[in-house]
């Protein structure tokens, strides 16, 4: 059941291939289309013979028999937090930076309520402790696989909007650390037209999984 739809789905297929498999339209809950990298395909899942749901996306969960699933709405920050990216250029002031756009950080319950709700699997509640002790950096790595689903956001009592947070420290990451030697030389490659990128070459498109 899904959505209050009950929908069959051929063996290995994505909750979000069996919704559309059924003809049903997506007009929301939907973006990257089967790459798991933008979060908007939030599901809550109850497993055949499991008493509690988890929470879960559309594109990499695959379709189990007795499945109950829900589509899940947006939870937007509670509320804006304004900074500057050009100020973000001194690490001795991190600390400062991050109590001054996040005080809330500081307030965290150790309920781990954050880490059941992200599908990714990340230590979100590690990282706003990381973030609140001042160690950007370290929180900034453990936020590199996160697709701003916001399901931490709706899960935090106490309001801290960890996908928020883990955003701003990968930022302050970036903004003090040297770019990558490699990159910088491939993207000069590219300027005077060495190794072209060709979207239409090989491999460039490789068809979905299964």
């Known amino acids: 059941m899904f959505d209050g739809h009950a929908i069959e789905a051929e063996a290995g297929a994505s909750l979000l291939q069996a919704w559309t498999a059924a003809g049903l339209p997506l007009t929301e809950n939907v973006g990257c289309m089967?790459?798991?990298v933008c979060g908007a395909c939030r599901v809550l899942v109850r497993r055949e013979g499991e008493r509690l749901a988890d929470t879960a996306l559309a594109c990499e969960t695959p379709a189990e028999e007795g499945m109950q699933v829900s589509f899940l709405d947006h939870f937007p920050a509670r509320r804006p937090h304004a900074y500057d990216l050009r100020a973000l250029t001194d690490s001795w002031t991190a600390l400062d930076q991050i109590d001054a756009v996040f005080p809330e950080a500081k307030n965290c319950r150790h309920c781990s309520g954050c880490d059941r709700a992200c599908p990714k699997g990340i230590e979100v509640q590690r990282m706003v402790n990381l973030a609140a002790g001042g160690e950007a950096f370290a929180a900034a790595a453990l936020f590199d696989h996160c697709v701003m689903c916001n399901l931490c956001v709706a899960a935090c009592?106490?309001?801290?909007?960890?996908a928020?947070?883990?955003?701003?420290v990968r930022r302050m990451s970036a903004?003090?650390?040297?770019?990558?030697?490699?990159?910088i030389a491939r993207l000069r490659e590219i300027e005077r037209g060495g190794q072209p990128i060709d979207p239409e070459a090989p491999g460039a498109n490789p068809p979905p999984g299964p």
């Open 34 to 36: 089967g790459q798991g």
């Open 157 to 162: 009592p106490e309001h801290i909007d960890p």
């Open 164 to 168: 928020h947070l883990g955003q701003f």
């Open 175 to 183: 903004a003090l650390t040297l770019r990558p030697g490699d990159l």
